[in-house]
C-alpha cells in the first residue's frame, strides 16, 4: 500500500538550517511528484512547495523562495525538503504529500505523518 | 495569490443532521480547461490530513458517502448528511492549479458535536 514516511522530530536555534526526509513505497516514486505543506501550532495548513521527480522540477510558494529547497533521491525514493534561515514562526508541523500534476485524482491523495520542527533559542 | 474566504470558523452539530462548509474564491476563476479545482481535507485530532473529495466534487474511495462536494463559480461546499462522532475534527477546503502549481488552503472549520 502507499506510504509516506517521515523523519523524526527536529529542534534547531534560529538561523539555521532544517532538512526533513519522505520516504516513499507502495508506487512507482517517478511518476509522482510531492507537495511540502506545514501547520503552525493550532493553525491551518499551508502549501510550501512542489516538485515533479522524473523532471526535476520544483515549485515554491513566493513566501519560501530564495529559503525553500526541494529535492529527490529517485535511487531510494525520497523527498527532502530544506528550509534555511529558520525562525520561530517557523516552527510547525511539516507535511509530504503525494501529487501528480494534471492528474486531480492523485492530488494529495496521501500524506506522510508529519515532522515536528521547533525553532528556538 | 487568489484568497480563499471559508465559513464557518465553528460547526457545532447535533448527532445525526446535516452540516454545510463553505468556500470562496474573491474572483471568478476559470475552471473549464481543469487547471483550476477545488478538493477537501478532514484533519481530525492529532492526525494528518486526510482527502475527502477532488475536482469539487469527486469523493475518494474510502469516503464514506453521507460526504459530498459541490459548488461552481466562486461558492463551493462540503456536505455532510448525517454527522456522526467520527467526523469530529477540521475540515479544509483547497483551491489549486495544476501549472503554475499553486495552493490556497481555507481557514479550516472545527466541526464538533453538540
Known amino acids: 500500500q502507499v506510504q509516506l514516511m517521515q523523519s523524526g522530530a527536529e529542534a534547531k536555534k534560529p538561523g539555521a538550517t532544517v532538512r526533513v526526509s519522505c520516504k516513499a513505497s507502495?508506487?512507482?516514486?517517478?511518476?509522482?511528484?510531492v507537495h511540502w505543506v506545514r501547520q503552525a501550532p493550532g493553525q491551518g495548513l499551508e502549501w510550501m512547495g512542489w516538485?515533479?521527480?522524473?523532471?526535476?522540477?520544483?515549485v515554491s510558494a513566493e513566501k519560501f523562495q530564495g529559503r525553500l529547497t526541494i529535492s529527490g533521491n529517485t535511487s531510494i525514493s525520497t523527498a527532502f525538503m530544506e528550509l534555511s534561515g529558520l525562525r520561530s514562526d517557523d516552527t510547525a508541523v511539516y507535511y509530504c504529500?503525494?501529487?501528480?500534476?494534471?492528474?486531480?485524482?492523485?492530488?494529495?491523495?496521501?500524506w506522510g505523518q508529519g515532522t515536528l520542527v521547533i525553532v528556538s533559542s | 495569490d487568489v484568497e480563499v474566504t471559508q465559513s464557518p470558523v465553528s460547526l457545532p452539530v447535533t448527532l445525526g443532521q446535516p452540516a454545510s462548509i463553505s468556500c470562496r474564491s474573491r474572483?471568478?476563476?476559470?475552471?473549464?480547461?481543469?487547471?483550476?479545482?477545488w478538493n477537501w481535507f478532514q484533519q481530525r485530532p492529532g492526525q494528518s490530513p486526510r482527502r475527502l473529495i477532488y475536482?469539487?466534487?469527486n469523493r475518494d474511495s474510502r469516503v464514506p458517502d453521507r460526504f459530498s462536494g459541490g459548488g461552481s463559480g466562486t461558492n463551493f461546499t462540503l456536505n455532510i448528511s448525517r454527522v456522526e462522532a467520527e467526523d469530529v475534527g477540521v475540515y479544509y477546503c483547497?483551491?489549486?492549479?495544476?501549472?503554475?502549481?499553486?495552493?490556497?488552503f481555507g481557514q479550516g472549520t472545527k466541526l464538533e458535536i453538540k
Open positions: 475536482r469539487v466534487s
Open positions: 507502495g508506487y512507482s516514486f517517478t511518476e509522482f511528484d
Open positions: 516538485m515533479k521527480f522524473n523532471t526535476g522540477r520544483t
Open positions: 483547497m483551491l489549486g492549479t495544476h501549472w503554475p502549481p499553486r495552493k490556497t
Open positions: 504529500a503525494r501529487g501528480r500534476i494534471y492528474f486531480g485524482e492523485y492530488d494529495f491523495d496521501y
Open positions: 474572483q471568478t476563476l476559470d475552471y473549464s480547461g481543469g487547471n483550476t479545482y
